[in-house]
Every structure is written in structure tokens, then in C-alpha cells.
């Protein structure tokens, strides 16, 4: 006995196609709200350690020892503070994509001109008596 053919009708392979979209949306659009969870507490931990880092940093202006530390620290709090606005910013645009995964997110503002390690370097003064150095730049003319 033979079996019977089996019969595909347009509106029945319409339908299929439409389930399997359906899946596969339901697929991208849980793998996007997972992701734009764990960006948004990323940015939202990075901020609160960028502020609190600065607030560290205007305490210590409270009480000077020294003139170099007065700059490296005042250097230290402004940039910590520019961080933790940056960080604030992708933390929104991230919460922004959670509230709604299915849609695309935004490109990233742009980063601080001073992101990345901070490399405060503190004024050289010559010893109390001697003369300051010539800097290289007058030495070569």
C-alpha cells in the first residue's frame, strides 16, 4: 500500500514560514534584552565607581598638603566626573534598548577626550637654591 501524498497548500506553507519567524524573532529579541540588561548594569556599576572615585578626590581638595597634589587631585576629580556622565549616558541608552529590544540602539556617544588611564604627570621643581633647567625645547636652538 502506498502512502498518500502529502498535499502543501500556499496558505498552509504561508503559515508555517509565519511560525517559524515568529520562533525565531522570539529567539533574537531574548538574546537582545539579556544583552542590553547586562550592558546597562555595567554602565550603571562604572558610573556609581566614577563618581564615587571623584567625590574621593574633591574630599581630598578639602584638606592640601601640597601644591602638585592639589593639581593631580583637581585633574583626578574633573575627569573622574566627565567619566561618570559618559558611563550615565550609555547606561540610558542601554536601558533605552531594554525597555524595547526589538528596536535598534543608538551609537555610542562619544568617548571623554581624557578615557583611558590617567597619566597625571606633576610639575618638576628644581631644588631649593639651584637654578630650573633649561627645557629641551630652548636647548635645541
Excluded at 556609581?48 to 581630598?60: I, P, V
Aim: charge should be positive; include cysteine.
Amino acid at each position: 500500500m502506498r502512502w498518500p501524498r502529502p498535499r502543501f497548500r500556499i496558505l498552509s506553507l504561508m503559515i508555517a514560514v509565519l511560525i517559524c519567524a515568529l520562533a525565531l524573532t522570539a529567539v533574537v529579541i531574548r538574546r537582545n534584552l539579556h544583552f542590553y540588561r547586562e550592558r546597562e548594569l555595567y554602565h550603571a556599576r562604572m558610573a556609581e565607581n566614577e563618581r564615587r572615585q571623584s567625590r574621593m578626590a574633591e574630599d581630598r581638595l578639602r584638606n592640601p598638603t601640597n601644591e602638585t597634589e592639589n593639581g593631580m587631585f583637581r585633574y583626578v576629580a574633573r575627569t573622574r566626573a566627565e567619566r561618570a556622565e559618559w558611563h550615565e549616558a550609555l547606561r540610558k541608552k542601554w536601558q533605552l534598548g531594554v525597555s524595547h529590544p526589538w528596536e535598534r540602539v543608538d551609537n555610542d556617544p562619544p568617548t571623554p577626550d581624557n578615557y583611558g588611564p590617567i597619566d597625571f604627570k606633576p610639575p618638576v621643581y628644581p631644588p631649593p637654591g639651584q637654578a630650573a633647567a633649561p627645557s629641551p625645547a630652548t636647548q635645541a636652538k
